[in-house]
Structures are given as structure tokens and as C-alpha cells.
């Protein structure tokens, strides 16, 4: 097994430059001059078998870059999902700002060549044998394993609920994809031209983005005063948890511009059931007991949880908060399994302290591929992660606040100067127009 | 190091997702340049003045528009980065009309 390094260590900076407006220059022209952030990274001969569970954003962004850092290794990518959402992006269809077309792509677009896709879905994991079982009963043997499943929405958990009726009846939710995105923002503009009374909630389990139901109510808010109608609508928000965002300065910033905007916040009342025809939803109360409030729009983000291949598996956390949920049992800092050092996770699945966002996917997936590296070269893991995540918070149409934190609540802000709790154009703009192409360029294992 | 290599990537996928217009604008670019480069005497340094007048009003035109443009208002520009970035992409469009202005002023004087 050996090592080697491309490029970089002797690249002059003019040389980078050149590379850079090359690189420019050819997005003009549609040539693909093959240049990779890998530039910098290990590249070393293996003939591992590495299984990649999961072709999310962190699928694919680990598979493109296993390729090209792996030379002769064996890599599978399990996943039936033919099609690739943008899901930052779900936000922006709910509230009426993106057309749905935005946020699809197709899959096979977006893994290299060289990789075995096996398009079914994981069923079973066995670790002890380093063996995974697809839907279809095919067993497959890997060396090293990489689990980026992603997480299940559970709207079983709330009694009533139909998701196929998402966008009928001021039924909202922007979590299940593109389409009931687009069907939400028909309930929500529906709403604001109705007015009436719009109760927005938040699950008490771990959630992937968890500002989507802050951003929601935000632009209902703001949807409801372009149309003139704020003054004819109130909202509600019933938080299952002690707070609406797990860092203790950005939950302050929130309630307080709640308060200014009228927007009453419920603690520990936890959707439990809806009667959709009734347009009538039931809330748990820390004492046991239950309220139960007319509506005329909902937003459910669902509660989340592991898929059941996972959940079920010796791989989900056994004990702790994490063990309900059937989050993947990982170290926070490698994102290597805890029991079983082959195995690594990456993206919603981590059971983690925080970050179930694209942010974090794009901080962690080349961590996942140097400590991997490090294992295959008999090394321990070295890189540790942070915890970095992001979220431009909107807060209204144009405007947003960029808040970037780690695993300790502090404020991490990627450039100098930039204030997360300044109402912001420039993360407008990110959000609006740049994210998705810097999202794009993590899939395909370039950032 | 990093920052320069997400800006780079970030604009190539944004290329990338708008193709067409990006090879078409290119396309007539390069079109205007061969057409102005093929006159015997074009006095290239001759199309500055008129290329950079045209940048300066397309930037300070740019500068109070771009945020309407992108579904936001000048009302939400209030700090430092977003001056920056509203300036930036107000360049951006300056160095584009610029580009476009310098061969076709060449063209124009010709024609007079």
C-alpha cells in the first residue's frame, strides 16, 4: 500500500491561479478540466471493498471523492433512489420563492464512473459478519462501510395524519419533498389570503434543518403582511422541547423577534394528533394533559428518527438520548462507529449532538474520507469534526441571518465581519442563488 | 485557499445551471471581437474610454438594482458584506458590459 500526493505541495500560487481562471473559463465552455479540491488531498492504492450506504448529498459527495482518493479500490453505492433533491431548497418552494423544478436532479448524474450502484434500498446490517443485506435478499461483503441512509420522517407518530393531503384543508408540511413543498405554499397562500388562525410546530426528536420550521413561520409571517393581512391572521408556535433552536442565542434572537412580531410561543406542547377535515389539532402538555386548538393552517414538521434498516440494526446506539431515535452509534469527533471500527457515518443519520444539514454534510464528508484513509493505511483516524453546521435563517422575503455554529453553541461564522444576528442581503443571496452551486459541487466531491 | 476554491466552484456550477446563456453570451462576444479585430486599424485603446464610462453607469445602475433583482430590496442591504456583495455583482455586470462596449465602440466609430 502506498501513498502519494498530488500537485499541491508544489503548486506555486500563480500556477493555482492559472488553474483557477482555467477553471473559469471552462465553466463557459462546459469542459470539465477534471479539477478536484483532491489536489490537495492523499490519494492511495487499496483494493478495499468500501460499501457507501445512502446517496444523499453525503452519498455522493463520499463516493466521488472514495473515487478518486481510493486507486483500485472496490466501491458500491446502495440506494434505489433514482432521483437526487436539493432539499435546502424545499424552504424556498414552500414559500412560493422557487418553482419545484429547482431542487430535482437525477442520480446517475451525479455518480462517477467506476462506482457499482446497486439501486435497491439497505434492508439489514450486519456488522459483526461486514455484511449488508439489500431489499432483494442480496448479501453484500464490504471491508470498510460508510452509512449516509439519511433519516425517516414519522408522521405516524401523530394520530390523524395523511400527507397526501398536504396542501388541502391549510395542511402544510415542507419536510417530505419537492411536491408537498409546492402544496404547501399553496395552503400557505391560500392562508394568507383568508387569514384565520396558523398553528406552526416543532417535534420533540432530532430534526434534519432545523431552522425549516423557524424559516416557515418567519415567511408566513412576512407572506401575511404582503398581502396586508397580518392584522387578520394570528400564529401560534407549539414547540415540543424547552426552546425552537438548540443554541441559546439564536433561540433568544428568535423569541425575541417573535415577541415583536406577535407570534406566541407554546413549550413542551407537542403535536400528538390532527383531525384533517375538522382542521383541528391535539397538543400534549408537559402535565399529560391535552389541548386541542382549531385551525386554519398547520405547518408538521414530523418527528425523525433512523430508518428501520438502521434502527433495527447492532450499529444504532443501544443506550442514551440517541438510542430511541436509532441513531447511528458514532464518536462525534472521527464519525467513526464506536463498536465496530470498519464502519463510519455520515449526515442525518449521526447520532450527534447537532447538525442535520447540508453544512455539516460538506464539512464532514472529506473528515469521513481522510480518517478512512488513515484506517485503511492502519492508522487511527486523525481529523476530528467540530460539529460545524449552518443555516441562513430567513427571515422574511430578501433577507436572512447566516447563523454557523458547532457541537459547543459557539458562533462560528466562516468570514470575518460577518454578524449572525444581523438581518442580511448577502445571506439572502447565498441562500437564494449560491448555495445550491456550491451544494452541487459537494456531491460531486469537489468541495 | 479554501474560500478561493469554493468561490471558483461555486460560479462554475452556477455556469453549469445556466449553460445556454453562458455559451451564448460568450458566443456573441467572441463574435463582436473577431468582427472588430478583423478591421485593418482598429485602435483598440480607443474603445477604453467608452468601455469604461459604460462600466461605471452599468456598476452604479447595478449597485441599486441587483438586490430587487434577486427578490430582495435595497432596504435589506445594511453591513459591511452586503455592501461588498452588492458591489461585486454590480462589477461583475460592469465587466460584462464592458467587455461587450470596448469591440462594438470600435465598430461604431468606424461606421462614423
Given amino acids: 500500500m502506498t501513498t502519494k500526493r498530488r500537485q499541491a505541495p508544489g503548486m506555486s500560487r500563480r500556477a493555482f491561479l492559472g488553474a483557477g481562471t482555467a477553471a473559469t473559463l471552462a465553466a463557459g465552455t462546459g469542459i470539465n478540466l477534471g479539477l478536484t479540491a483532491e489536489t490537495q488531498a492523499a490519494t492511495i492504492k487499496t483494493s478495499a471493498h468500501v460499501v457507501v450506504i445512502g446517496s444523499g448529498l453525503a452519498g455522493l459527495g463520499l463516493v466521488n ?11 458500491t453505492l446502495v440506494d434505489a433512489k433514482k432521483v437526487h433533491h436539493y432539499q435546502p431548497g424545499f424552504t424556498l418552494v414552500a414559500t412560493g420563492i422557487w418553482p419545484k423544478g429547482k431542487v430535482s436532479d437525477t442520480n446517475a448524474e451525479l455518480i462517477p464512473p467506476g462506482v457499482d450502484w446497486v439501486q435497491e434500498m439497505a434492508k439489514e446490517f450486519r456488522p459483526d459478519s461486514n455484511e449488508v443485506v439489500t431489499e432483494s435478499g442480496k448479501v453484500l461483503k464490504y471491508d470498510y462501510l460508510i452509512v449516509a441512509t439519511g433519516l425517516q420522517l414519522d408522521f405516524g407518530q ?22 408537498l413543498a409546492e402544496a404547501t405554499w399553496k395552503a400557505m397562500d391560500e392562508f394568507r389570503r383568508k387569514g384565520g388562525k396558523a398553528l406552526m410546530t416543532l417535534p420533540a426528536t432530532p430534526i434534519k434543518c432545523a431552522g425549516a420550521p423557524l424559516k416557515m413561520t418567519f415567511m408566513l409571517h412576512n407572506r401575511l403582511e404582503q398581502a396586508g393581512m397580518r392584522d387578520r391572521a394570528s400564529i401560534d408556535f407549539h414547540s415540543a422541547i424547552s426552546s425552537v433552536f438548540s443554541v441559546p442565542v439564536i433561540n433568544q434572537e428568535v423569541l425575541n423577534r417573535w415577541q415583536q412580531a406577535n407570534i406566541p410561543v407554546h413549550f413542551r406542547s407537542k403535536l400528538v394528533a390532527v383531525d384533517i377535515d375538522a382542521q383541528r389539532a391535539t397538543f400534549e402538555q408537559e402535565d399529560g394533559s ?71 454534510v460538506k464539512k464532514s464528508v472529506p473528515i469521513v474520507v481522510d480518517n478512512l484513509i488513515s484506517l485503511i493505511q492502519g492508522q487511527s483516524p486523525k481529523v476530528i469534526f467540530d460539529g460545524y453546521t449552518s443555516c441562513p435563517l430567513l427571515v422574511r422575503e430578501g433577507a436572512a441571518l447566516l447563523v454557523e455554529f458547532d457541537y459547543k453553541d459557539n458562533l462560528t461564522p466562516s468570514l470575518p465581519g460577518i454578524k449572525p444576528l444581523q438581518d442580511s442581503y448577502f445571506a439572502w443571496l447565498l441562500k437564494y442563488r449560491l448555495f445550491k452551486p456550491s451544494y452541487m459541487a459537494v456531491a460531486k466531491g469537489r468541495l | 485557499m479554501y474560500e478561493i476554491w469554493l468561490i471558483i466552484n461555486t460560479f462554475y456550477e452556477l455556469a453549469m445551471a445556466n449553460l445556454e446563456l453562458v455559451v451564448g453570451i460568450l458566443v456573441a462576444w467572441l463574435a463582436l471581437m473577431v468582427v472588430a479585430g478583423m478591421k485593418k486599424t482598429s485602435a483598440w485603446g480607443k474603445g477604453f474610454m467608452p468601455a469604461l464610462a459604460v462600466a461605471v453607469l452599468v456598476w452604479i445602475a447595478g449597485f441599486v438594482l441587483v438586490p430587487g433583482l434577486t427578490k430582495s430590496s435595497f432596504s435589506n442591504v445594511t453591513y459591511f458584506w452586503d455592501y461588498l456583495v452588492v458591489a461585486g455583482v454590480a462589477a461583475g455586470f460592469a465587466g460584462l458590459a464592458a467587455a461587450f462596449v470596448w469591440p462594438a465602440s470600435l465598430l461604431f466609430r468606424r461606421a462614423q
Wanted: glycine share 14%; net charge neutral.
Fill in chain 1, 65 to 75: 471523492r472514495l473515487r478518486k482518493q481510493l486507486d483500485g479500490a472496490k466501491i
Fill in chain 1, 158 to 179: 401523530i394520530e390523524g395524519m395523511d400527507i397526501n393531503r398536504i396542501g388541502s384543508k391549510g395542511l402544510a408540511s415542507v419536510y417530505p419533498g419537492p411536491e
Fill in chain 1, 290 to 360: 391535552h389541548l386541542v386548538e382549531d385551525y386554519d393552517f398547520i405547518h408538521i414538521p414530523p418527528p425523525m428518527r433512523a430508518p428501520d434498516a438502521v434502527k433495527n440494526s447492532p450499529l444504532a446506539w443501544q443506550e442514551g438520548p440517541f438510542a430511541g431515535g436509532g441513531w447511528l452509534e458514532v464518536d462525534p469527533g472521527t464519525l467513526q462507529h464506536r463498536r465496530y471500527a470498519n464502519v463510519f457515518g455520515c449526515g442525518d443519520i449521526n447520532g450527534t449532538a447537532k447538525g442535520k444539514t447540508a453544512a455539516t
